[in-house]
């Protein structure tokens, strides 16, 4: 682990993973489509979402997707981490009152680089409703093996 609790590039192996769940609740729909400008009416407005394929409102998709960054900031590679790249593919809708499990795993090292490959997943009762792919970069300070003994970083 680093000094900010996130884990160093000696300490990640292909495999590890970590999870992060949310509920979505109305107050995260209304205040997403403020914050991000999207206002469609399938996310905002009960009767026409009943109109549709979902028959009921969703939440929007990014604000499902962003489980992932929590899942990346908060726990594996944890503080300190930088987001490069995220891929995904929606699968399924998510509902108010959802719970969103974001799951990341280590795919990939490239040390030369200190990028991390994750794949990542969100699922709501078990069911996969978005899956992809997220580059990370590590930053200088999150590789145990980039302090000196006493704890401090070692310039780069």
């Known amino acids: 682990m680093n000094e900010i609790g996130g884990y160093g590039l000696d300490d990640l192996t292909v495999g590890m993973s970590a999870s992060f769940a949310k509920t979505i609740t109305e107050a995260d729909i209304v205040l997403f489509a403020a ?14 979402a009943a109109t549709t394929i979902f028959k009921s409102r969703i939440a929007h998709g990014m604000l499902s997707a962003s489980i992932i960054s929590a899942a990346i900031a908060n726990k594996l590679p944890g503080p300190g981490s930088i987001y490069l790249s995220q891929n995904l593919r929606f699968m399924a809708p998510v509902r108010p009152g959802d719970t969103v499990h974001a799951t990341v795993e280590v795919k990939q090292i490239t040390p030369e680089k200190r990028h991390v490959l994750l794949r990542t997943d969100c699922t709501v009762r078990g069911v996969t409703v978005i899956s992809g792919e997220a580059l990370v970069k590590l930053s200088g300070a999150a590789s145990s093996a980039a302090l000196h003994p006493s704890g401090q970083p070692v310039a780069a």
């Open 35 to 48: 914050v991000s400008g999207d206002n469609n009416a399938i996310h905002t407005n009960a009767e026409f």
